[in-house]
Nanobody, 124 residues
Framework: QVQLVESGGGLVQAGGSLRLSCAASGRTFSTYSMGWFRQAPGKEREFVAAITWSGVYTYYANSVKGRFTISRDNAKNTVVLQMNSLKPEDTAVYYC?????????????????WGQGTQVTVSS
């Protein structure tokens, strides 16, 4: 069992930055791949970024590539999403998720545990 708690959301102007953190409980955190998804009002939850258990492989949605960076610290049971050059279209609730798999990490169906989400609002 893994419990996930996101933090770091807020209101920021376009062009600004935010740093989202996800704290995980459980001693098996280092065996899980981790992902970030987001859901805007009236839209489906979409993939943002993912990182494998070792941190060697990272994956990004085309819409955030070059602006967002995912990283993890297995010693601290945390995963971080650094978001730079934010745009109004990045506005959404951002969710942290854990997967026992090392593949197919762009799909919501591959994730076993989800956090409650944190709101990110980017004003123009």
């Amino acid at each position: 069992q893994v419990q996930l708690v996101e933090s770091g959301g807020g209101l920021v102007q376009a062009g600004g930055s935010l740093r989202l953190s996800c704290a995980a409980s459980g001693r098996t955190f280092s065996t899980y791949s981790m992902g970030w998804f987001r859901q805007a009002p009236g839209k489906e939850r979409e993939f943002v970024a993912a990182i494998t258990w070792s941190g060697v492989y990272t994956y990004y949605a085309n819409s955030v590539k070059g602006r967002f960076t995912i990283s993890r610290d297995n010693a601290k049971n945390t995963v971080v999403l650094q978001m730079n050059s934010l745009k109004p279209e990045d506005t959404a609730v951002y969710y942290c998720a854990a997967s026992s798999r090392q593949y197919g990490l762009r799909s919501r169906d591959q994730y076993d545990y989800w956090g409650q989400g944190t709101q990110v609002t980017v004003s123009s």
